[in-house]
C-alpha cells in the first residue's frame, strides 16, 4: 500500500527550519546539521513514500510528520 503525508518541497521546508543546511548535487541534495546529523533527498517535486520518510527520521533523529 503506498501512503504519501508529504511532497520533496515540504520536507525540504521541514529540514530547513529544523536547521539543516543543503549542498548538493544535480539529482539529490544532501541536508547537514551543524551537530553533523544528514540526509538526502533527490531534487524535484514528488511524494515521499513513508517507509523513506520513516527511514530520513532515523537518520536525522528527528519526526518529520
Not at 35 to 64: A, N, P
Request: aromatic share 8%; glycine share 10%.
Amino acid at each position: 500500500m503506498y501512503f504519501c503525508l508529504m511532497n520533496t518541497r515540504e520536507l525540504v521546508r521541514k529540514l530547513r527550519e529544523l536547521g539543516f543546511g543543503e549542498s548538493g548535487t544535480k539529482k539529490h541534495a544532501k541536508f547537514r546539521h551543524p551537530d553533523g546529523r544528514w540526509t538526502v533527498v533527490s531534487k524535484g517535486s514528488h511524494e515521499i513514500d513513508i517507509e523513506l520518510l520513516k527511514k530520513m527520521e532515523q537518520q536525522i533523529g528527528e519526526k518529520l510528520r
